[in-house]
């Protein structure tokens, strides 16, 4: 069997972080099956539809490592199969007008409210052999669900599925201004594209039986489903796009490498064995609908950033780099090039314990600005003796050829038994010079990521 999978959204909004992950595992399991992967954007909704919404789901997937094969499909254009198949159930009687009013509907959910019960249409016009159809109203077309009897979805993570048929409504495939609904554009975009593994969430389950009534009333082949349950926030209630993270771009900004992101999704309700760090052929081999847990998900921050805080300390540093360079150009300032190779070559005790691109960033500030401005607070800490060792080291410093660790190492233990202090008697001064504040990098660091004339510069202007 050829697998065939689908990520289908809804250009109506950012990519929410939920369907990030359900399009990696539906990528992952074509990908693992040597099948294809198809992205449908699914834009039926006009008014609510935006070009830059669609942009934006492409280019996520696209950064987190998920490609779609061929050109994405755009459900708009097949809406005349959509329209063509709703006729075609009309005439084989799996489907009936329905001449119902907006008030008599919303009565009929008044009427179900006060009693308590969920709303599920009275099927008046399903027979209508003794109804008068009124003049100038057009109708809606529904589906002729099935009244008794029981119906059961052999689900691949949530296991056998079985519902009563008398909870699913008659609903509609076709609304009175001719356009096809949800339930009927996915089922027949699915079988035009030979779908045969649905991976979605488990909000959707309702849906999956409505569905399969179709594939059956057309009698055609049903594919597999799988319900994965939802990603819920950090306290505990299902995720929207309101909240914080629920988006791509939200990680992007504060400096989330894809790899680390894809990694996190991948564990994010599935699991193999106590393995935890998957590179991407990895992922490929070993994913499987077994692994998939039945609870939700809860979104973990800090784990994210362990795992981001990894990818770091891992990557190789040019690509690194290019990483930084991108972030930068995007949600900061740009790097100038005649920085570069000095940010390159001080990546190394950059990256040190920084979590994010911004934390490298941040830590790049004293080789990305020329001009040192130094706290209020740090200020404070150059007294008399500070700037006599600050002196005393530019002195030496300048004499120099060739600075190392080994020759800053003899200069600093000279200060510190000379001024009978300590390294941070000595280290302290310094840092806050050539960096602005007593936080940074070890300092052996700092001097040797800068070059000896703007040492020399910077630590002069500390009188």
Known sequence: MAFICRFAPSPTGPLHIGGVRTALFNWLLAKKNKGKFYLRIEDTDKERSKDEFKKQIIESLSWVGVNHDDKEIIQSKNIDKHKEIAEELLKKGFAYKCYCSEEEIKEQKEKCKKQGIPYVYNRKWRDSKNLQVPKNVKPVIRFKSKISGNTVIKDLVQGDINISNSIIED????????????????????????????????????????????????????????????????????????????????????????????????????????????????????????????????????????????????????????????????????????????????????????????????????????????????????????????????????????????????????LINKHKTNFKGVGQPLRIALVGSRFGPGIYNIVLSLTKDEVVKRISKIN
Do not use: C
């Not at 540093?317 to 790097?335: R, V």
């Open 171 to 414: 609903f509609v495939i076709l609304r009175q201004d001719g356009s096809p609904t949800y339930q009927l554009s996915a089922t027949v975009d699915d079988h035009s594209m030979k779908v045969s593994h649905v991976i979605r969430g488990d909000d959707h389950k309702i849906n999956t039986f409505k569905q399969k009534q179709i594939y059956e009333a057309m009698n055609w082949n049903v594919p597999q489903f799988a319900h994965i349950p939802l990603i819920h926030s950090e306290k505990g209630s299902k995720l929207s796009k309101r909240d914080k993270s629920s988006t791509i771009d939200d990680y992007v900004k504060i400096g989330i490498l894809p790899d680390a992101l894809r990694n996190y999704l991948l564990r994010l309700g599935w699991a193999y064995k106590d393995k935890e760090i998957f590179s991407l052929d990895e992922s490929i081999n070993l994913f499987d609908l077994k692994g998939v847990g039945k609870s939700p998900s809860k979104l973990d921050m800090s784990r994210i950033l362990s795992l981001n805080e990894h990818y770091i300390k891992n990557i190789d540093e040019k690509i690194l780099f290019e990483f930084l360079k991108n972030y930068a150009q995007n949600y900061k300032k740009s790097i100038n090039p005649s920085k570069e190779s000095a940010i390159i070559k001080s990546l190394n005790f950059l990256k040190n314990k920084a979590k994010t691109l911004d934390d490298i960033y941040q830590n790049s500030q004293y080789i990305l600005n020329d001009e040192v401005k130094i706290t209020p607070e740090d200020i404070k800490l150059l007294d008399t003796n500070s700037k006599k060792i600050i002196s005393e080291f530019v002195e030496e410093f300048k004499n120099m050829k060739s600075p190392n660790k080994e020759s800053l190492e003899r200069l600093v233990n000279d």
